[in-house]
């Protein structure tokens, strides 16, 4: 692909002190110049529509569709079924040492109909490398799409994961990830609730752990009158593992008798992660409710006594009660397979101590 191009991306939609540098993140030289391998189930791969996805903006944004010109790759388009039916897709990214690649994803959820589709992404333990993957949605009048991302590759991996997406009347979009691999991770999230009633909920789970980077970036814009929006992030850091989250709740003119929240619960087990949050509501109508709160806090030591007073290490309490965060994202997947590639993912990862 030739030179790799500097990004500015995860912008926050309005602009916060600049000494705190929290506004957005910044990448240099990127290069995904190759479409990744990818295992496909559930779903035809040669599908055509005259939709234009091209408009619609992302949440880690512009900069992003930069990528994607350069990268050339051909959208993966993936479309609901007959009404009766309710698709489940699948996309097993299949990412080797030393790969750079990019993917874009576009999804079309029509009247009535529900779309699943679960992506993973996996790589040897120790490889590094980087994948990025664009994904675009457009959701009618009262359809349901559900999206579970789960970034679960090798040590030295960069992982991007842009998605946005509109949603139409009655609507209800669910998106759900969970980062535990990789040296960082940077995920933007946007949801343009348009139509009355419509919905977005996102789930985000994640484990830091020695140097790991996480940048995030989800903001719901809601216009369509009592529309809803929920964004639930939750994780584990230790060691000197980083991370930044970004949640915005943007009432739009119009959108009367909306709703959004956004929470974060945060768990610190080392002295030296650093953990930043920035929860923004935008409000341009009177009638609407927002809520936003986090709790940040460390290993109650009451808890860690009785634990330990039964005969585990604080290391095996520790590890126990992590296991209990991220497993209470895991059963929101509601997909059988999905859930058990996660559990022997942090199997593993408790055996070999990475």
């Not at 991306?9 to 391998?37: D, H, V, Y």
């Not at 489940?88 to 790969?99: E, M, P, W, Y």
Request: glycine share 10%.
């Amino acid at each position: 692909m030739g030179q790799g191009l500097d990004l500015k991306i995860n912008r926050l939609p309005a602009r916060t002190w600049n000494w705190l540098k929290m506004n957005e993140a910044g990448l240099n030289e990127i290069e995904a110049g190759e479409s990744p391998t990818i295992i496909t189930e559930g779903f035809a791969e040669a599908v055509t529509w005259r939709e234009d996805f091209s408009a619609i903006a992302t949440g880690m944004g512009e900069d992003m569709d930069r990528l994607a010109r350069e990268s050339n790759a051909d959208a993966i388009r993936i479309q609901s079924g007959p009404s009766e039916e309710e698709r489940r897709a699948a996309l097993h990214f299949v990412c080797g040492s030393g790969a750079k690649s990019f993917q874009t994803v576009e999804l079309l959820v029509q009247e009535d109909e529900t779309l699943n589709v679960v992506m993973d992404f996996t790589s040897a333990p120790e490889a590094a490398g980087l994948t990025a993957v664009q994904t675009r949605f457009q959701v009618r009048k009262n359809a349901r799409l559900r999206l579970i991302q789960l970034q679960l590759l090798g040590s030295g991996y960069t992982f991007l994961s842009d998605i946005g997406g509109s949603c139409g009347e009655g609507s209800s979009v669910e998106v759900i990830q969970l980062f535990l691999g990789g040296a960082e991770t940077y995920a933007g999230c946007q949801a343009d609730l348009a139509g009355k009633e419509s919905t977005m909920n996102a789930d985000v789970g994640y484990l830091g752990r020695d140097s790991q980077r996480f940048d995030m970036n989800y903001v719901a814009n809601h216009r369509g009158e009592k529309s809803r929006s929920r964004i639930l992030a939750g994780g584990v850091l230790r060691d000197q593992a980083f991370k930044l989250f970004r949640g915005t709740i943007d009432f739009k003119f119009g959108a009367a008798g909306a709703e959004g929240e956004e929470k974060e619960d945060v768990l610190l087990l080392g002295d030296d992660v650093i953990n930043q949050t920035i929860p923004l509501i935008l409000c341009a109508e009177e009638d609407v409710q927002g809520n936003h709160g986090a709790t940040i806090g460390r290993l109650d030591d009451e808890l860690l006594f009785y634990l330990c007073s039964r005969g585990m290490s604080p290391e095996a309490a520790a590890e126990m009660i992590t296991r209990a965060r991220l497993d209470a994202v895991c059963r929101k997947i509601g997909d059988e397979a999905a859930e058990q590639m996660v559990q022997d993912y942090l199997e593993e990862v408790g055996k070999n101590g990475r």
